[in-house]
């Protein structure tokens, strides 16, 4: 939380002011504002108070303000040093007062991710699978269905070239199932670590999976490299075999729970993440989590509604989306309640949101997609992130030929926060940005289309958050900090 100092500086004009686009919140009994043009939340005294609250029906010229605070037992001085303190912070600001949007990163913005597609194949038949299912927009057909050793390591050259002065970069596994292809896997891994030792630079992997393939080889070796998992799972038994489904129908959970269990007991260098994707029936999110996170042993688990377009069987609709707020809500109040006793907790959708918060972020784009991450496919083309993979109509170059930057600038264009009309008087921007390129390409054609469907339900999640930060911002502000230690490490 960010605390108001006094400056000893005087103002050269006498304009008029008016408020800020501020979302007001209150925490804990006390009042607080989220300032979109800074990304920055501030708790109200009376005295900031007092000002919002003059300025709440019409702008006021400098004398006028400072006489009504005056008139309020203000003496003059405190009251001009106050006016010019919410100035700085950008709370209230003059009659030409223009925000700022976020800058676009420069067309040379050095890469720091890649998510290597080793393979285009899966053994599950996911009914909801945005790669296959049917509002795929991947075109596989014809090209390599696994990813070549050369392909890889061309790649990992590729990412310590274009990570510039980076000190670490990353690289994700990523498919169809990427255990399908893990002799690979592991052979890039050696590389990688040996490549980015001579290049002096550090690196990390990570890799999403079903589950269905780990064996104690493969977990030994995740453990031993320390690459961190995420697995795609959808809850207890009746869940996961709704959607989540062999070629045959037959459901996957009976096979992957136990390789789970052991995945979680040895694999202990790195966290063990769940990644929940919600869809019609299976929107219990407490059950969901209690049974990840007790049951299985899960570390985090996350959430996210189907990707979808409008008419799909399994997307969900407005009343179970409401109903899915309320239980991110009520396993939000768990999440804060571990805070502030210095616990994790587990629910990553409220982690990554007060992490948001405390680095005070105001994004240009909504992810790092095609800027400091690329997507690789088994041919070796390029793009925004994985999942573009083998979409023809969105590919951004190849590893042998490099970035397309007119490709490149063009899609960074259309999804920068500037174009998305819809989101300019919207206080939840700065972390929104607009939403998912993804989501935007398969609900409304354009990767730079504003995701309009989620804009209220991301406002209320938004808000939901901001007050769990106002409480430990109160009580344990030092747990906030963990968070811009994070920062610092990344």
Sequence with gaps: MNVLHRRDTSLAVRPYYHRSELHEFSADGHEFIYVVAAGAIFALDDAASAVLEQLKNKPMEHAELIAALVQQGHSKKDAEDLIRELLLVQVIVTENFVPEKPEAPPSDFPLQALVLNITNQCNLACTYCYEFGSDKIATPQGKKKFMTL????????????????????????????????????????????????????????????????????????????????????DGPSDLQNKNRVFKNGKGSYDVIAPRLRKLIEKHKSRAITARVTLTDGVTDVTRIYRHLKDDIGFHEIGFAPVTSSEKQSYSINDTDMGDVLQEFRNLAKEWLSFALRNQMHGFS??????????????????????????????????????????????????????????????????????????????????????????????????????????????????????????????????????????????
């Design 349 to 490: 959708n409220v982690s990554e949101t007060i992490g948001e918060l405390t680095k005070g972020i105001n994004k240009s784009h909504p992810c790092g997609a095609g800027l400091g991450l690329l997507g690789v496919s088994p041919s070796g083309d390029l793009s925004p992130c994985h999942r573009f993979t083998d979409a023809d109509s969105h590919t951004l170059g190849n590893i042998n030929t490099g970035i397309d930057s007119e490709k490149r600038s063009d899609f960074l264009s259309r999804g920068h926060i500037g174009t998305k009309y819809d989101c300019h008087t919207c206080w939840a921007r700065p972390l929104c940005a607009g939403g998912c390129h993804h989501e935007a390409f398969v609900r409304y054609g354009d990767t730079g289309h504003a995701n309009l469907h989620y804009c209220d339900w991301i406002r209320e999640w938004t808000d939901a958050c901001l007050k769990i930060y106002g409480v430990l911002a109160l009580k344990n502000p030092g747990f906030l900090e963990k968070f811009s230690e994070r920062k610092a490490l990344s």
């Design 150 to 233: 050369e392909t890889a390591k061309q790649s990992v050259d590729f990412l310590l070239e274009k990570s510039a002065q980076r000190k670490a970069v990353h690289i994700t596994f990523f498919g169809g199932e990427t255990l399908m292809n893990f002799r690979l896997l592991r052979d890039v891994v050696l590389f990688s670590e040996e490549r980015a030792a001579q290049s002096g630079k550090a690196i990390t992997f990570s890799l999403t999976t079903n589950a269905t393939l780990l064996s104690d080889e493969i977990i030994e070796f995740l453990s031993e490299h320390q690459v961190g998992v995420t697995v795609s799972i």
